[in-house]
């Protein structure tokens, strides 16, 4: 069945590393891909999106990179700080055209070690 | 700007009480929508709305129901909560645009007894 899925469920890092979150996807139709950042006890927040007719895009410390041909996508972050520890969602956007309903992962929480 | 905004922040109901849960925005988005997260299972979609005096079902529709009489305002009702229903309630607003970028409340605790 159609699916976004996350690889692991929770990654360590220690401050300052690099961190890279993925995400599979499996409906080759969806054309816009969203990463949100939840903290404990708040709602998603907007960190970073991607459309399908591209491979990569850069935002303040993170980026995000697209693999059509495997249906793959991450999020990177660089130089990764404490307040950076949260559950990640990659979430899919999918539809008619008029209203598209975003698919979402289940989320990888990111712990990040001083 | 407060963004989205969610109201209560807490409630616990008993088996078969009924409760509203309400969501304004004000950033004048057209969609707007209500989400339920269960540990381990994501954000799922309840009901959602396209515009004023419009709603729809999501993907979990069952034992909800939603008004959208203000553009700025979504509401979300349980006429006869059960324990099932506890969760973490989320709302959200997207523009009429070229991103389907959704932003989220803070959301509500709901637990039932």
């Known amino acids: 069945g159609e699916s976004v899925g996350l690889h692991l469920p929770t990654l360590s890092v220690q401050e300052g590393d690099n961190s890279i979150i993925n995400c599979a996807y499996s409906?080759?139709?969806?054309?816009?891909f969203i990463w949100y950042k939840q903290e404990s006890g708040k709602g998603p927040q907007f960190i970073i999106d991607?459309?399908?007719?591209?491979d990569k895009r850069q935002g303040q410390r993170v980026t995000v990179l697209l693999n059509k041909t495997v249906k793959h996508l991450s999020l990177q972050i660089a130089a990764t700080q404490p307040g950076d520890s949260a559950v990640y969602f990659c979430?899919?956007?999918?539809?008619?055209?008029?209203?598209?309903?975003?698919?979402f992962g289940t989320g990888t929480r990111l712990l990040v070690s001083p | 700007n407060a963004g989205v905004t969610q109201t209560p922040k807490f409630r616990v109901l008993k088996t078969g009480q009924s409760m509203t849960l309400l969501c304004a925005q004000d950033?004048?988005?057209?969609?707007m929508y209500w989400y339920r997260q269960d540990p381990g299972m994501g954000l799922r979609l309840i009901h959602y709305s396209v515009g004023e005096g419009t709603t729809a079902k999501g993907e979990v529709p069952d034992g909800y129901n939603v008004s959208r009489l203000k553009k700025q305002n979504f509401l979300l009702g349980l006429e006869s909560a059960a324990p099932s229903q506890t969760s973490v309630y989320f709302c959200?607003?997207?523009?009429?645009?070229?991103?389907?970028?959704?932003?989220f409340g803070p959301g509500t605790r709901l637990t039932v007894l």
């Open positions: 959200a607003s997207r523009d009429w645009g070229v991103t389907d970028t959704q932003y």
């Open positions: 991607i459309r399908s007719n591209m």
């Open positions: 979430a899919e956007s999918r539809g008619n055209t008029g209203f598209q309903k975003l698919v």
């Open positions: 950033m004048n988005h057209e969609y």
């Open positions: 409906n080759s139709a969806s054309d816009y």
